[in-house]
């Protein structure tokens, strides 16, 4: 019989409804899990805090089905990244700037999965305020790749992405700025749903690039993602930019037909740099869309190449905005002792933050000043208009594009740590998305040569989740025959 | 390359304070960064509207009214230094002081 760790939430949603097992044994066996990790020679380090009370909410859960009150999603436990606020737990982003801070409020998303009946089980680690791709850059210390442990498992969302893969956890909520979903799923072999700009809302989740961020869900099946967003989507007062969109209906998934859909599969995405048995796995799905009577191109959007130098632009110059607020003033730590107001900023903030988020508002900072901002900023704004607008091109004659999620397999940790640049590269593929505010899924398609993780990623128009879930679950379908 | 005096300067306007010997990284590894960022001079962008226009236009407006979110016992839980209603921070007023004997 398969573990209860290893099942899709809704195997246990099914075993939940149908009285098979209580909560609390689930609950105890995410638990359990974790704490057996802690003892391995090298722990993943998925989670920076399980939650004890998991174990009463799990009580009460079994409570309210003996009642017959249970709710839809009664008793599902889910993992939420340490930049998402949950009402009295600490929410520090991974960062010494936040030490110590516990939130008087939950996120929207978490809200209504929790008014859904789900149950955080603990909140996961991540590179500092989502800055990274590969979960080194921790106050916590980085995050071990459950399928090789000297491996990065891809960040910044490194902690969710493990505790999925590994059964400490069946679902996890993430977070995007430029691949900081997809790219852990690719690594760790799950799926990772970044979705549109818009459809989850941003209330409650630490701001980092505002016109870019957006929350993301990591599971074991496209169905188990689309259960998730039939709850967690929809307009949200506390967020303007959030999107009256509709997903109640998207879970089940509908049976999809594969025949005549259009496919794009840029020739950016597949030359230089991108490793080899990753570029076979593409053309492998490829191939599967063809045998099922899709329509698959290959063609050049030149454009494509600009999305990382844009992002890295962008990202940055909202960064450094969002992140003055960390001054030590009002919340988070605090360094004490200094001379004067203005010698409490610097100290708090220099010790507070690391490397690569100081580098990050250091460049956002840059763009930003006078003489700068035209050469920098307001270009790649206008170059960002100008990839919106042949992305819109693309998807006035093609359903989806097809790519890597990354150009290469997961790394060894340490090996990127003190290069920006080449870390900054391994985004190449997944930025393009943020930037055009459009939905993407990695899929997880098998290993390489080496037996390394690789993900394929489906891009969709706006609010066309459905589309990339519906494909994704026949493969899926097809791959479990 | 970026120089020293400009380094400074950004540095200060992020209230940020790295050792010498960052600063030397740091300016290498930025000034890679940058000369990566060149390749965007590639693109005609005269006349290109900066603005994300109705991607990001909002979609949920609420009511302008005010409304209490916090209460004081709320904002005690997670505050560095609150007493009386108020976030406390270092003494300022000797610092203005200085300031205007200076400049007079």
Request: proline share 5%; charged share 25%; aromatic share 8%.
């Amino acid at each position: 019989m398969k573990e209860l760790i290893g099942m899709s939430l809704s195997e246990l949603k099914e075993k939940l409804d149908k009285k098979e097992m209580s909560t609390v044994e689930l609950v105890r066996a995410y638990l359990d899990a974790f704490e057996a990790d802690r003892k391995h020679e090298k722990p993943l380090n998925g989670y920076i805090e399980v939650f004890r009370d998991s174990i009463e909410k799990a009580e009460k859960a079994d409570e309210a089905r003996v009642r017959g009150s249970a709710r839809p999603l009664e008793g599902l436990p889910f993992a939420v990244k340490d930049n998402i606020v949950i009402k009295g737990k600490h929410a520090t982003c991974a960062s010494g700037v936040l030490k110590g801070f516990c939130s008087p409020y939950s996120a929207t998303v978490v809200k209504r999965l929790v008014d859904a009946g789900m149950i955080p089980l603990g909140r996961t680690n991540m590179d500092e305020f989502g800055m990274g791709s590969s979960c080194e850059y921790s106050i916590y210390g980085a995050t071990r790749n459950p399928v090789d442990r000297d491996l990065t498992p891809g960040g910044s969302s490194g902690g969710s992405a493990a505790v999925v893969a590994s059964g400490q956890a069946p679902v996890a909520l993430g977070t995007e700025t430029g691949g900081s979903v997809r790219t852990p799923a690719s690594y760790c072999g799950v799926y990772g749903l970044k979705p549109s700009y818009g459809t989850l809302s941003r209330y409650g989740v630490v701001a980092y690039g505002s016109s870019l961020d957006q929350i993301g869900i990591l599971a074991k099946t496209p169905q188990d993602i689309a259960l998730m967003l039939s709850f967690a989507a929809g307009a949200d007062p506390h967020d303007m930019t959030s999107a009256p969109t509709n997903f109640t209906n998207c879970s089940p998934l509908k049976e999809r037909d594969i025949k005549g859909l259009k496919v794009l599969l840029p020739t950016e995405f597949l030359g230089e740099g991108i490793d080899p048995g990753i570029k076979q796995k593409v053309e492998s799905f490829a191939q599967w869309f063809k045998k099922n009577g899709a329509q698959v191109d290959t063609d050049s959007v030149p454009i494509l190449q600009a999305a990382v130098a844009i992002y890295y632009i962008i990202a940055p110059a909202e960064a450094s905005s969002n992140l003055a607020r960390y001054d030590g003033v009002r919340y988070g730590n605090r360094v004490r002792q200094t001379a004067n107001l203005e010698e409490m900023y610097v100290k708090t903030r220099s010790e507070g933050f690391g490397k690569e988020v100081k580098r990050r508002i250091f460049i956002g900072n840059y763009v930003l000043s006078s003489g700068y901002y035209d050469a920098y900023y307001k270009k790649a704004m206008q170059v960002r208009t100008l990839l919106r607008r042949e992305i819109e091109k693309v998807f006035s004659k093609y359903d989806l594009i097809l790519s890597p999620t990354s150009p290469c397999p997961p790394f060894k940790l340490g090996e990127k740590v003190d290069d920006p640049l080449a870390m900054y590269l391994t985004d190449i593929c997944t930025t393009f998305s943020n930037l055009a505010l459009i939905p993407s899924l990695s899929v997880p398609v098998g290993t390489t040569g080496a037996g390394l993780p690789v993900g394929v990623q489906l891009a969709g128009n706006r609010f066309r989740e459905d589309l990339l879930l519906e494909v994704a679950a026949m493969y899926h379908k097809e791959g479990s025959r | 390359m970026i120089d020293d005096k400009t380094l400074d300067e950004i540095l200060f306007l992020g209230r940020l304070d790295v050792s010498r010997e960052e600063k030397e990284k740091f300016k290498d590894q930025v000034g890679k960064i940058l000369d990566y960022f060149d390749l965007l001079k590639q693109y005609d962008t005269t006349g290109v509207d900066p603005d994300l226009g109705e991607g990001l236009k909002p979609s949920v407006l609420r009511e302008d009214k005010s409304k209490v979110t916090f209460n004081e016992s709320d904002i005690e839980t997670f505050a560095v230094d609150f007493k009386r209603g108020f976030f406390t921070v270092p003494r300022i007023v000797e610092d203005f002081l200085e300031n205007r004997d200076e400049d007079e």
